[in-house]
């Protein structure tokens, strides 16, 4: 066996002239391009295999490789070798320069809009399109220093930039410093940053939104404003400039910084020359190599600038390393499979961080320690933060699992930016306070009205320690004016409360907030403005509605014009579980649903949506009720999807629209265009009048539908239903408005002295003085 994976190795060695090398632009050496090369996901099950994808590739994409499965950049033709070698792969982009290029003409784009005034060009700490505009496409460094300045000018005190370092080229690295005012003093500090790894470009825009959004919502949104009066945060954008800045100049895809090693090869990945347990698994020796450590940690002026700078700063409590890609939340150890001593704890912020990121786009993130999640890696930044100084310390994968890669579109940027800033703030919490109040079912908008309404809510302890003991109190009222009551929480065991808002009058707004005080002395209240921010719910009545469980298809219809799918049909049935479908319904009760061709197949492929576009459009329902007998009804719709399109070789290039008709179907009207892969059923509640005026001739409409070539698309959908919330008419309210005043009275007084029907108020089929001394009572009565 070694002699044949050894003449395998040397057969390939000594073929690397029949593959096509980065080849230089004409009349630049010093730009490569790669037309033709391609990102390749390889499954390697054996070390002769491994040796050859070894010897095969030009670029490792993945962080590390081994036995499984890891991403390579290959050269034209070299995918042939892998089939003829028998080795598995999957294609993830055909042509590595394309991506680049259309990156290219994309940024000149922008950067010329910029120029004529087009966009903006942000300014104003991101709060408005002029904020955003800056995030619609990638930045080189010069860009990402000058927007630094931007920010610290939008609000004066708020924010310093420092310089705090040099790269070995002499660029400067550089932070942002952000807390609120008469800070930082002894508020504990965490620290993010991105562009350690030079073409992973996704990571100093992500960590430059941080600070755009930070900026921008101190003072108007109160979990920002409260968290930066109590802690600090420190950015900084990019790790490598070096590296960084080549990416844009010369070779898109370098990674490491640039060292001239003395050999003919330059750079070393930085993320293997940090001090704690260098030199160890997972990090190369080999100058030429991706993951080459360096000859002695902290080797690099970048990466002492960083040590040196964390060392300075004794209030650190956390430190996330971004990188991309993968979507994988990474905490230590990265150099051994052994468990570090906080394992528990970063098992449970991992989770929080996991589902704040899912919450916002149904993004999905797997979490774990280095080592076992992914891959060996010694040397890394994280390591060294918790091993050497004690922080709380990740490395994480951002945007997307390979589709893209480090070529991620640029409208991915504020998605990403979007979902990994609530889990930054749920870690800032954890730093900065003793618990958090949290709302497992999420606090009502309408509650039923004339019952007291309970709200069940969990006190997540943070580092200060979690609440008090008995200190726990909800405050309400009813209106927007007066003062608020006071109620002790009801402790349900554990960290787990139960807080009762009082009965309210339909039609009126009862307002409230939750108090209490933690282990360490510190009030925490939600919102974290309160009593000035409340949360509030307005108190109606249901009183209509129209449910379906789909577990039949009756009133339902398959199909409409332009449908062209060949396969993948609607169809209620009971799913089969594939890797893209659910095996189950999403009723509590029943097992049908409606999902495209729910059947398994031989493959995830073969039933899914294929070569177009396949309808459902629901029977017709009503969305109103008797106007006469209730006044400020609403209708709310729900429904249970399910949507997969993250697989194939083109996967994440579709969507399906969902449109709302009031109108029996004569014109639609987008409710919303799905394109998550939340990996279970989602429910999603919309305001109809929100989109269109409620009528009695309602309709929705799913379309699913496969665009391109290469995507898996499967859709579910299920428990559709329509409620309508109103208040009974008060009898006095003879105009309907909802209220009872002189305006009623006029109204009644005329329609009496006209003799007109209306004012029959005790319905005896005449007009009289029992009418008015019946409508007098009333309206005495409201």
């Known amino acids: 066996m070694r002699r044949m994976i050894s003449a395998v190795v040397v057969l390939l060695a000594c073929n690397q002239s029949l593959f096509a090398q980065p080849h230089a632009v004409p009349g630049d050496p010093n730009v490569q391009r790669y037309d033709g090369y391609q990102v390749v996901r390889v499954s390697v099950a054996t070390p002769r295999e491994l040796l050859a994808v070894s010897s095969l590739m030009d670029s490792l994409f993945s962080e590390s490789m081994g036995m499984g499965t890891f991403d390579v950049l290959l050269a034209p033709a070299k995918t042939d070798a892998l089939r003829e070698l028998g080795i598995r792969f999957e294609v993830l982009n055909p042509d590595v320069q394309r991506?680049?290029?259309?990156?290219?003409?994309?940024?000149?784009?922008?950067?010329?809009?910029?120029?004529?005034?087009?966009?903006?060009?942000g300014g104003g700490g991101g709060g408005g399109r002029r904020g955003r505009a800056w995030f619609d496409d990638y930045k080189d460094l010069n860009a990402i220093y000058a927007y630094l300045d931007t920010l610290v000018a939008s609000k004066p005190g708020l924010s310093t930039v420092q310089t705090i370092g040099s790269s070995l080229e002499g660029?400067?690295?550089?932070?942002?410093?952000?807390?609120?005012?008469?800070?930082?003093?002894?508020?504990?500090?965490?620290?993010?940053?991105?562009?350690?790894?030079?073409?992973?470009w996704i990571s100093p825009m992500t960590v430059m939104y941080f600070a755009d959004q930070l900026i921008a919502g101190y003072g108007s949104d109160a979990r920002i404003t409260n968290l930066l009066n109590n802690s600090e945060v420190i950015i900084v954008p990019v790790m490598n400039p070096d590296g960084y800045s080549y990416t844009w100049t010369n070779q898109r895809m370098w990674r490491k910084n640039r060292r001239n090693n003395g050999d003919g090869t330059f750079g070393v990945d930085l993320n293997r020359n940090w001090g704690y347990q260098w030199g160890g698994e997972g990090a190369s020796n080999q100058t030429n190599n991706e993951t080459y450590r360096g000859p002695s940690a902290f080797s690099e002026p970048e990466t002492q600038v960083m040590r040196d700078f964390i060392t300075a700063n004794p209030r650190l409590k956390a430190h996330i390393d971004?990188?991309?890609?993968?979507?994988?939340?990474?905490?230590?150890?990265?150099?051994?499979?052994?468990?570090?001593?906080?394992?528990?704890?970063?098992?449970?912020l991992n989770a929080r961080m996991e589902a704040a990121i899912e919450a916002v786009h149904g993004t999905q993130y797997v979490s774990g320690p280095t080592y076992v999640t992914i891959y060996p890696a010694s040397g890394g930044a994280n390591d060294w933060t918790y091993g050497a100084r004690g922080l709380l310390g990740w490395g994480w994968e951002l945007r997307d699992t390979g589709e893209n890669g480090f070529t991620l579109p640029a409208d991915q940027i504020i998605p990403t930016g979007e979902e990994t800033i609530q889990s930054i703030l749920t870690l800032g919490e954890y730093i900065a306070f003793p618990f958090t109040f949290g709302f497992p079912q999420s606090l009502p908008e309408t509650i039923a009205a004339d019952t007291p309404v309970d709200i069940n809510i969990d006190v997540v302890v943070q580092s200060g320690g979690g609440m008090q003991a008995g200190t726990g109190m909800v405050y309400a009222r009813t209106g927007s004016t007066g003062p608020f009551t006071a109620s002790a929480l009801v402790?349900?065991?554990?960290?787990?409360?139960?807080?009762?808002?009082?009965?309210?009058?339909?039609?009126?707004?009862?307002?409230?907030?939750?108090?209490?005080?933690?282990?360490?002395?510190?009030?925490?209240?939600?919102?974290?403005?309160?009593?000035?921010?409340?949360?509030?719910?307005?108190?109606?009545?249901?009183?209509?509605?129209?449910?379906?469980a789909c577990e039949s298809a009756s009133g339902w219809t398959v199909g409409a014009a332009g449908d062209n799918a060949t396969t993948g049909i609607w169809g209620v049935m009971d799913p089969?579980?594939?890797?893209?479908?659910?095996?189950?319904?999403?009723?509590?009760?029943?097992?049908?649903?409606?999902?495209?061709?729910?059947?398994?197949?031989?493959?995830?492929?073969?039933?899914?949506?294929?070569?177009?576009?396949?309808?459902?459009?629901?029977?017709?329902?009503?969305?109103?009720?008797?106007?006469?007998?209730?006044?400020?009804?609403?209708?709310?719709?729900?429904?249970?999807?399910?949507?997969?399109?993250?697989?194939?070789?083109?996967?994440?290039?579709?969507?399906?629209?969902?449109?709302?008709?009031?109108?029996?179907?004569?014109?639609?009207?987008?409710?919303?265009?799905?394109?998550?892969?939340?990996?279970?059923?989602?429910?999603?509640?919309?305001?109809?009048?929100?989109?269109?005026?409620?009528?009695?001739?309602?309709?929705?409409?799913?379309?699913?539908?496969?665009l391109g070539d290469g995507s898996i698309v499967e859709a579910g959908v299920d428990d559709i239903a329509i409620t309508i919330y109103g208040c009974p008419r008060r009898p006095a309210d003879f105009n309907g408005d909802g209220f009872v005043d002189l305006e009623d009275y006029s109204a009644f007084v005329l329609a009496f002295e006209a003799g007109d029907q209306s004012a029959d108020f005790d319905e005896s089929g005449f007009v009289d003085t029992d009418d008015f001394d019946a409508f007098v009572r009333a309206f005495e009565a409201g």
């Open 491 to 548: 402790s349900l065991g554990g960290n787990s409360y139960r807080a009762t808002l009082p009965a309210t009058e339909c039609g009126d707004v009862v307002q409230y907030y939750f108090e209490g005080l933690g282990a360490n002395g510190m009030t925490m209240r939600s919102p974290a403005d309160a009593p000035n921010g409340v949360h509030q719910a307005l108190a109606y009545s249901t009183i209509a509605g129209y449910s379906d």
């Open 322 to 348: 971004f990188h991309s890609y993968s979507q994988l939340i990474l905490s230590p150890w990265a150099y051994t499979d052994d468990l570090p001593p906080d394992a528990a704890l970063f098992d449970v």
């Open 576 to 706: 089969q579980a594939t890797d893209a479908q659910p095996g189950d319904d999403h009723s509590p009760v029943g097992t049908q649903c409606w999902i495209t061709d729910g059947r398994a197949g031989s493959s995830v492929g073969t039933y899914d949506v294929d070569s177009g576009t396949t309808t459902l459009t629901s029977p017709m329902f009503s969305a109103v009720e008797n106007v006469y007998e209730f006044v400020g009804f609403d209708a709310v719709l729900s429904y249970a999807r399910w949507y997969s399109n993250n697989q194939g070789s083109a996967a994440n290039s579709d969507s399906m629209p969902v449109l709302i008709s009031n109108n029996n179907g004569a014109t639609w009207t987008a409710l919303e265009t799905v394109s998550e892969n939340a990996g279970t059923w989602v429910v999603k509640t919309f305001r109809i009048a929100d989109f269109v005026t409620p009528t009695s001739q309602m309709k929705l409409r799913f379309q699913a539908r496969d």
């Open 99 to 121: 991506s680049i290029d259309a990156e290219s003409a994309r940024i000149r784009a922008a950067e010329a809009r910029a120029r004529g005034g087009a966009d903006g060009g």
């Open 171 to 200: 660029r400067p690295m550089k932070a942002i410093r952000i807390t609120g005012p008469g800070g930082p003093g002894n508020r504990p500090a965490v620290i993010y940053h991105g562009g350690q790894h030079a073409r992973e």
